[in-house]
């Protein structure tokens, strides 16, 4: 039976959820069946057997999104192998080392057992919203620092972990 795998995410952007779109892709070309989902749009857990959620970083914060998702369905999730990947940091230094989550993360990741966490670089697109944005982007702090390579592997660990076939 084909594992059912849903990635949750939190994304003000987009940049995460293009990081969620990458997992999602990853993991179905490794035989399981995998959805991306702005978390807020989830509606019920009982489909998949896993759960990656990811959460765009504010201020040492976690999207609001990606809060609530792991506050509404912790029961659900503490029963499920679970993930939590963030996103933000707009220069190289999730690149090449193994960023601790915010202290928020860590706590439901104790909670939850979840099996790993990691921080991949963020995107701050010219067109993107808000107020913080414009001022990140008047300091020349935009770009994107988004490391496939390293999101595609990720991926491919836990595809792994739940018996996919690895594609390559």
Same mark, same amino acid.
């Given at each position: ?14 940049? @995460? ?45 976690? %999207?609001r !999104? ?22 933000? *940091?707009?220069? !190289? @230094? ?5 960023l601790? *989550? ?13 099996r790993? %966490? ?7 697109a010219?067109?993107a ?17 988004? !490391?496939?390579?390293? @999101?595609?592997?990720w ?11 690895? %594609?390559?």
């Amino acid at each position: 039976m084909t594992k059912r795998v849903l990635i949750a995410y939190g994304s003000a952007n987009g940049s @995460t959820a293009g990081i969620a779109e990458t997992v999602a892709r990853v993991l179905r070309e490794d035989g399981l069946t995998a959805e991306a989902l702005p978390a807020r749009s989830v509606t019920d857990l009982n489909p998949y057997d896993a759960v990656v959620v990811g959460g765009a970083l504010y201020a040492g914060r976690w %999207h609001r !999104d990606a809060r609530r998702f792991v506050r509404r369905y912790r029961e659900d999730l503490a029963v499920r192998p679970v993930w939590f990947f963030s996103s933000g *940091p707009l220069d !190289d @230094t999730a690149s090449g080392q193994d960023l601790p *989550p915010v202290p928020g993360v860590r706590k439901a990741m104790t909670r939850l057992d979840v099996r790993e %966490h990691i921080t991949f670089g963020g995107r701050l697109a010219e067109e993107a919203g808000g107020r913080m944005a414009r001022m990140l982007l008047r300091d020349g702090r935009g770009g994107d620092f988004r !490391d496939l390579a390293a @999101t595609e592997t990720w991926a491919a660990r836990i595809a792994g972990e739940l018996g996919g076939v690895p %594609h390559g």
